[in-house]
């Protein structure tokens, strides 16, 4: 059983910021990749099922979904899925010479996923969309 995008956002969000009272057993960096890692499940998520809706296949190929996206749901939200998804993949790698993510550079990014799992629910941007005839 999987988790929806947005119980995955939720989750990613106590890591940030703990309720008052928690015992802090894991460093705050520790928790920021953590829910770097659970934001980017969500996206991921999130784009799947708005290509299920549009186009099935386009399901299959993880670059492919990205690169058209710029068609189905315009040049802004795709961007915006790009960059997301880029920092949240470098922020879930380990790498012993570089430092955690700071939890303030991931609760942004989890309001740019909250944000476009609002965008991707909604379906392609239909003035985006145009029928193209023969040339006579």
Do not use: F, N
Request: aromatic fraction near 6%.
């Amino acid at each position: 059983m999987t988790a929806s995008p947005e119980a995955l956002v939720t989750a990613a969000g106590r890591l940030l910021r703990p309720p008052p009272g928690t015992v802090h057993t894991l460093a705050p960096g520790l928790r920021a990749r953590a829910a770097a890692v659970l934001l980017r499940m969500a996206l991921d998520q999130a784009l799947d099922s708005y290509w299920r809706r549009i186009t099935p296949s386009m399901t299959r190929i993880g670059k492919h979904r990205m690169l058209c996206l710029e068609w189905y749901a315009g040049h802004d939200t795709a961007r915006r899925c790009r960059t997301t998804w880029s920092a949240l993949s470098a922020a879930c790698h380990y790498r012993t010479y570089e430092l955690p993510p700071a939890p303030a550079e991931i609760h942004t990014r989890l309001l740019e996923v909250t944000d476009l799992l609002v965008v991707l629910g909604a379906g392609p941007d239909t003035t985006m969309l145009t029928v193209h005839s023969p040339v006579s």
